[in-house]
């Protein structure tokens, strides 16, 4: 195996003209990998990080020489390799003296609630950026930080700059542009038509899975790699970027990389939300209700292994195919992709945040099934739900110490001990939350579906849960 830090570019050669909010694992895992993959054929593009959050991996970064390796496995494969594409990171307490001058090409991954936004809708949840807009030359939200990076390129008479979202949110660039417009609207009036003329906000669909790191990953990390790495990440072989040909000048030869630059991405997105997000959250509400930890042991079990090819059904009836994709297949490597052992997904990092993951990835399906008048069909969306249901607001830790949070855990906890006796007054409540979709709770025969699995889950064992799970699928499957 060639030693990881033995890199065929010359890292402190690359021009910075790249940058990423957010470097988390998944960045370090995905988007970096490319600009890796770039620098290896030639591309001198370096990247510069901003980090706005904890944790600040700054000092370990520069303490590495600006290096770190990615173990990519499954169980046929092992592969580590260094990355060293990302030239300068910034935490919170540097990044106003981050240099912006030369940057032509921006990727965020944020999370959800980092566009401060109110769920389900595109517009700016003011009060989440109120300290931003009393001092917007010294923000702390990445949306105020993103308008100050412009309002200051645009005083210097800056080039045109494209901003690319990263976050599993729908329409995620267009979410950014709608968020910063309306930041810009309160905070830098003038900037708003000059945003229209320089700025791009392509959308795009990023696609690896990442865990967050274990005290074994990170031993096989480094048992791979000879020594100690304190911010190397450990994900699955596969890895996928599309984006919407929607640039500024100076666009990255991303292509080069093997990323598929596409006019139309809506498919694209929907096939993985639905599919294999879908999937993953499935099996974060119904995997935990069974006792699993991560999505490896909940996806082996062959109870919940059945019930995938019917939950893919049902999604996949709701989808357009992609140009050069096979929707079926998808479902079965998303499947696969999951059992990967050497991968183990926490189920409550999966389940964080289901108020903004689950409408996307299981209620707009639904909703859709439903409008067709086609409700019995929306069965397997109807079982998620109701785990959900019984599972929202359960923050206790894992074996590895991981806790699940979400906006909605007090509202849900609160509506289980309400409700504890009662499945439909239950089901009722969670499905006429604001963040779902009104045709769920509209829809009697979908209501009563999700009515019917919290009061079938709920009087059962775990174990009991997951045969329940396997006899809805095989009776489908016979159907």
């Given at each position: 195996m060639t030693?990881?830090?033995?890199?065929?570019y010359?890292?402190?050669?690359?021009?910075?003209?790249?940058a990423h909010i957010?470097?988390?694992?998944?960045h370090?895992?995905?988007q970096?990998?490319?600009?890796?993959?770039?620098?290896?054929h030639g591309?001198?593009i370096?990247?510069?990080?901003?980090?706005?959050?904890?944790?600040?991996?700054?000092?370990?970064h520069g303490?590495?020489?600006?290096?770190?390796?990615?173990?990519?496995e499954?169980?046929?494969?092992?592969e580590?390799?260094?990355?060293?594409?990302l030239?300068?990171?910034?935490?919170a307490s540097?990044?106003?003296?981050?240099p912006w001058?030369?940057?032509?090409?921006?990727?965020?991954t944020?999370?959800e609630?980092?566009?401060?936004?109110?769920p389900?809708?595109?517009?700016?949840?003011?009060?989440?950026?109120?300290a931003?807009?009393?001092?917007p030359?010294?923000?702390?939200?990445?949306?105020?930080?993103?308008?100050?990076m412009?309002?200051?390129?645009?005083?210097?008479?800056?080039?045109?700059i494209t901003?690319?979202s990263?976050?599993?949110v729908?329409?995620n660039?267009?979410?950014?542009?709608?968020?910063?417009?309306?930041?810009?609207?309160?905070?830098?009036?003038q900037?708003?038509?000059w945003?229209e003329?320089?700025?791009?906000?392509?959308?795009?669909m990023?696609?690896?899975?990442?865990?967050?790191m274990?005290?074994?990953?990170r031993?096989?990390?480094?048992?791979?790699?000879?020594?100690k790495?304190?911010?190397?990440?450990?994900?699955e072989p596969?890895?996928q970027?599309?984006i919407?040909?929607n640039?500024?000048v100076g666009?990255?030869p991303l292509?080069?990389?093997?990323?598929q630059?596409v006019?139309?991405?809506?498919?694209y997105?929907?096939?993985?939300?639905?599919?294999?997000?879908?999937?993953?959250?499935?099996?974060?509400?119904?995997?935990?209700?069974?006792g699993?930890?991560?999505?490896y042991d909940?996806s082996?079990q062959?109870?919940?292994a059945?019930?995938?090819?019917?939950?893919?059904?049902?999604?996949?009836?709701?989808?357009e195919c992609?140009?050069?994709?096979?929707?079926?297949?998808y479902?079965?490597?998303?499947l696969?992709r999951?059992q990967?052992?050497?991968?183990?997904?926490?189920?409550?990092?999966?389940?964080s945040d289901?108020?903004?993951?689950?409408?996307?990835?299981?209620?707009?399906?639904?909703?859709?099934?439903?409008?067709?008048?086609?409700?019995?069909?929306a069965a397997?969306?109807?079982?998620v739900?109701?785990a959900?249901?019984?599972?929202?607001?359960?923050?206790?830790p894992d074996?590895?110490?991981?806790?699940?949070?979400d906006?909605?855990?007090?509202?849900?906890?609160?509506y289980r001990?309400q409700?504890?006796?009662?499945?439909a007054?239950?089901?009722g409540?969670?499905?006429?939350?604001?963040v779902?979709p009104q045709?769920?709770?509209a829809?009697?025969?979908?209501r009563?579906?999700?009515?019917?699995w919290?009061?079938?889950f709920?009087?059962?064992?775990?174990k009991?849960?997951?045969?329940?799970?396997?006899?809805?699928?095989?009776?489908?499957?016979?159907?």
């Amino acid at each position: 195996m060639t030693a990881p830090f033995s890199l065929p570019y010359a890292p402190d050669l690359l021009k910075v003209t790249a940058a990423h909010i957010g470097v988390g694992a998944f960045h370090r895992a995905h988007q970096q990998v490319y600009f890796d993959d770039l620098a290896r054929h030639g591309v001198q593009i370096g990247v510069m990080g901003v980090n706005l959050t904890p944790p600040d991996i700054s000092g370990a970064h520069g303490a590495q020489g600006g290096r770190y390796a990615v173990l990519a496995e499954d169980a046929a494969h092992s592969e580590c390799h260094g990355v060293g594409t990302l030239r300068h990171l910034y935490d919170a307490s540097q990044a106003a003296t981050a240099p912006w001058d030369d940057i032509s090409f921006v990727t965020l991954t944020i999370t959800e609630k980092g566009y401060c936004h109110h769920p389900g809708t595109r517009d700016l949840d003011l009060d989440r950026v109120a300290a931003d807009l009393a001092t917007p030359d010294r923000p702390r939200t990445a949306i105020g930080y993103l308008a100050w990076m412009l309002e200051r390129r645009r005083r210097s008479g800056g080039a045109p700059i494209t901003l690319a979202s990263c976050d599993n949110v729908p329409q995620n660039g267009q979410l950014l542009k709608s968020v910063l417009q309306h930041y810009a609207r309160h905070a830098f009036p003038q900037l708003l038509p000059w945003m229209e003329s320089h700025v791009r906000f392509p959308v795009s669909m990023v696609d690896r899975i990442v865990p967050a790191m274990t005290a074994e990953a990170r031993d096989r990390l480094e048992t791979a790699l000879g020594h100690k790495d304190a911010i190397g990440v450990v994900a699955e072989p596969f890895r996928q970027w599309v984006i919407e040909d929607n640039f500024a000048v100076g666009r990255p030869p991303l292509e080069r990389a093997g990323v598929q630059i596409v006019r139309d991405i809506t498919p694209y997105v929907r096939m993985k939300y639905r599919l294999l997000n879908g999937l993953q959250s499935a099996y974060a509400e119904l995997g935990r209700l069974c006792g699993f930890v991560s999505s490896y042991d909940a996806s082996t079990q062959p109870d919940l292994a059945a019930w995938a090819t019917v939950f893919h059904a049902s999604q996949a009836a709701t989808l357009e195919c992609p140009a050069g994709e096979d929707l079926a297949a998808y479902g079965r490597t998303s499947l696969e992709r999951l059992q990967n052992p050497r991968i183990h997904h926490p189920l409550n990092q999966i389940a964080s945040d289901a108020s903004l993951k689950l409408p996307q990835r299981i209620a707009e399906p639904a909703e859709t099934l439903i409008a067709r008048g086609d409700a019995a069909r929306a069965a397997p969306q109807a079982m998620v739900l109701a785990a959900w249901a019984l599972n929202g607001g359960n923050t206790a830790p894992d074996a590895e110490g991981f806790c699940m949070s979400d906006p909605l855990a007090q509202k849900m906890a609160a509506y289980r001990t309400q409700f504890d006796a009662d499945a439909a007054e239950l089901a009722g409540a969670v499905l006429s939350l604001p963040v779902l979709p009104q045709a769920l709770a509209a829809s009697d025969e979908f209501r009563g579906l999700v009515e019917q699995w919290i009061s079938r889950f709920g009087k059962a064992e775990p174990k009991a849960r997951a045969a329940l799970i396997g006899e809805c699928a095989r009776e489908n499957m016979h159907a």
